[in-house]
């Protein structure tokens, strides 16, 4: 496949995309967790490269620029506050006498104590 004069570039918040998956699996996500289906129907729409925008170690200089752009703050905030979310849900499920349940659910997910 060769790539065409301008092409169309999808450039995907690695961090926030893992973030996300991360939420879904319940466990820490990796690229490998990128469906191969979410990568094609990108090709699909008619992107012909992708840019895994964060995937590199930040330095002083870099969270100095991602502590300036606004859009990048909210997109972490807002997934801050579900996981806060998640996180209240739960403990609220603990203290309603819900821990048999949610030591149920974490053996069939397979997570240990």
Known sequence: MSTPRYPALFQINTRVRLSEISAALERKATLDDIADEE???LAAKGFDLIWLLGIWQTGEAARGVSQSNREWLEEY???????????????????????????SKEKKRGRRK
Not at 83 to 99: P, S
């Open 39 to 41: 990568l094609g129907g």
């Open 77 to 103: 905030r807002r997934l801050w506050e579900q996981r806060l979310d998640r996180l209240d849900d739960y403990l609220k499920t603990l203290q309603a006498g819900g821990a048999d349940e949610t030591k």
